[in-house]
């Protein structure tokens, strides 16, 4: 199973901050599944390749979503401090 996941961003020193945030899970992987993070323009791309089945490939999606998330809300939160 194959996922091309595009989240935009306003900003591209966003897009490139969530990248970042998120790009160390490129090197966690156990065998048969294939992560990997970059930015495009305003965007978050991730690849996912997983033959592991659905039940691995769905909580990879929702463990890089949740992850996406809270590095969101931390950029936030830096954005109101700093």
């Known amino acids: 199973m194959k996922a091309e996941i595009w ?28 992560v990997e993070t970059s930015r495009k323009d305003k965007f978050v791309v991730t690849l996912i390749e997983c033959e592991r089945g659905l039940e691995t490939f769905i909580a990879t999606i929702d463990d890089l979503l949740s992850c996406i998330q809270a590095a969101e809300r931390t950029l936030g939160v830096a954005r109101k401090h700093g």
């Open 7 to 34: 989240i935009g961003y306003k900003k591209e020193e966003e897009a490139e901050a969530i990248a970042k945030a998120v790009s160390p899970d490129n090197l966690k992987t156990p065998s048969g599944l294939n």
